[in-house]
């Protein structure tokens, strides 16, 4: 979609960087809220890995809680 609005040729090996990119920053942020977030019991924090699933639903939630703040639309 980006190529097509800016009238723009990627290569394969751009659109798959790009995508890397994307895909790398997305599980960091989904690892690192659930590490942050998860309620995991502190005898399995460290040993296994929270799940990504409900990680993603926390980072999204904080990333729509954190817009909203900036939009002065708090309660």
């Known amino acids: 979609m980006a190529q097509n609005s800016q009238h723009l040729q990627w290569t394969n090996a751009e659109v798959n960087a790009k995508l890397q990119d994307i895909m790398t920053s997305c599980y960091n942020i ?3 809220a659930g590490a942050r977030w998860s309620n995991d019991t502190p005898e399995l924090q460290g040993k296994v890995a929270p ?5 993603a639903n ?3 939630f904080i990333q729509v809680a954190d817009a909203m703040r900036a939009q002065g639309d708090w309660w």
């Open 58 to 60: 926390v980072a999204g």
């Open 30 to 32: 989904c690892a690192g």
């Open 51 to 55: 799940s990504l699933l409900a990680s």
